[in-house]
């Protein structure tokens, strides 16, 4: 009998442990969750078939695979840690050292997209301000971090990953895809300024970071990788090429990096590709989709964003529609708003609760109030640009 009741609790023990790891799992990737169960739902309304095969774009998973193993790579070495660290030394207060770390951020999220950007530069924010004692400006600058992470990278086709699926997608030309989206670029950082300005005083500031330095040859190989995973990117080279290469290459020189890939994120791509391709094969839901992206896309684009967030909403409006400037503007500036529009904002809201896990109600108040008035002042802006014909 005795034995018979241990069995059972060791049985019950592994079931919790499983539970547990699952849960834990669905925590921490949230979007992908959402994904696999948005493709599997779908999938009972349309079973697989062959047309399946010609829902995923491997161009876009191709390409985001290598800029993101590359990244991992020269994050390991510490080369964005070591960057970021020789500027925000050049200041002297809290407001130039806050402008340094949000302007990395931003320019971070222009060359190794938003997710890794906030990923490399949210530590640097933390320990700039508390081992200088100024916290009380934490829950500001990972918000601004936030927000020129989602705005910063939306002027590059390799900046945030709904970009690199319209813009293969649509095969825009690199020269009309910057074009498309300087005007909301320029807004989105002179208002990211001001309100630096605005709310961070000049205080002095101490700083003295710990000593790194690089391993040339290491660093020298990575950067090449880095130039041919953009190459891609633009075209410029085949992304089979990059598809062989850097698996390769990293295989050999830092096998962590490839095992420190966001697959999770891969899969959510993957998992959409299959809803968004269903989708469009549902009758009534294609119609409804396409009726409103008729009547704005720029809107619809910027609320659907708010729901499901940005990068599905990419994938899936996309199938309803070939205005894809207004789209390209909506889910780029869509991403500010709700704490689900775009996955940075999960990985910001997990980075701060995570070293101040009772401030979180008044992180929250902060970033629904600077989010949302990025999110007015953007949209409205853009509308305004449209009546007026300016783009």
């Given amino acids: 009998m005795a034995q018979s009741v241990a069995l059972k609790q060791k049985h019950t023990a592994k079931l919790y442990k499983a539970l547990k790891i699952i849960l834990d799992f669905i925590k ?13 739902v779908t999938s009972i309304f349309v079973p697989v078939d062959r047309e399946y095969l010609g829902y995923f774009d491997l161009k876009t998973l191709t390409c985001l695979f290598c800029v993101l193993a590359v990244v991992c790579a020269l994050k390991n070495i510490r080369f964005f840690y070591l960057l970021a660290q020789k500027i925000v030394e050049k200041f002297s207060t809290v407001r130039l050292s806050v402008l340094a770390l949000v302007y990395i951020t931003f320019i971070g999220s222009m060359l190794i997209a938003n997710d890794m950007a906030l990923l490399t530069f949210l530590p640097l924010g933390y320990f700039v301000l508390s081992s200088t004692n100024k916290p009380r400006y934490m829950a500001f600058t990972f918000i601004m971090q936030n927000i020129a992470a989602n705005l910063g990278g939306m002027l590059t086709p390799f900046g945030n990953p709904q970009n690199l699926y319209l813009y293969s997608k649509f095969n825009i030309p690199t020269m009309e895809f910057m074009g498309i989206m300087l005007i909301p670029f320029l807004l989105a950082i002179t208002l990211i300024t001001l309100c630096c300005i605005i709310f961070v005083k000049p205080e002095k500031l101490e700083f003295q970071g710990e000593k790194t330095s690089l391993p040339k040859g290491r660093t020298a190989i990575y950067l090449v990788l880095f130039a041919l995973s953009i190459a891609i990117v633009f075209r410029g080279i085949p992304y089979w090429i990059g598809l062989i290469v850097i698996p390769i290459a990293l295989f050999f020189m830092d096998k962590n990096a490839l095992k420190s890939v966001d697959y999770p994120l891969l899969l959510t791509f993957v998992f959409f590709f299959i809803f968004a391709g269903n989708m469009a094969r549902i009758g009534v839901v294609r119609d409804a989709l396409s009726y409103l992206c008729e009547k704005s896309t720029l809107l619809f684009s910027v609320m659907s964003c708010q729901c ?17 400037a207004d789209l390209l503007v909506g889910v780029n500036i869509g991403g500010t708003g709700t704490l689900i529009a775009s996955l940075a904002s999960l990985i910001t809201y997990s980075e701060y609760t995570r070293h101040y896990p009772k401030d979180t109600d008044r992180y929250m108040k902060l970033f629904s109030i600077f989010n949302f008035g990025f999110l007015f002042i953007l949209t409205t802006f853009m509308f305004i640009l449209k009546w007026a014909g300016v783009c």
């Avoid at 921490?28 to 599997?40: D, I, S, Y």
């Avoid at 499901?308 to 894809?324: C, E, R």
Wanted: glycine share 4%; charged share 5%.
């Fill in 28 to 40: 921490k990737n949230v979007v992908l969750t959402v994904a696999f169960c948005a493709a599997g």
């Fill in 308 to 324: 499901i967030s940005n990068v599905p909403s990419a994938v899936l409006l996309s199938q309803f529609t070939d205005n894809y």
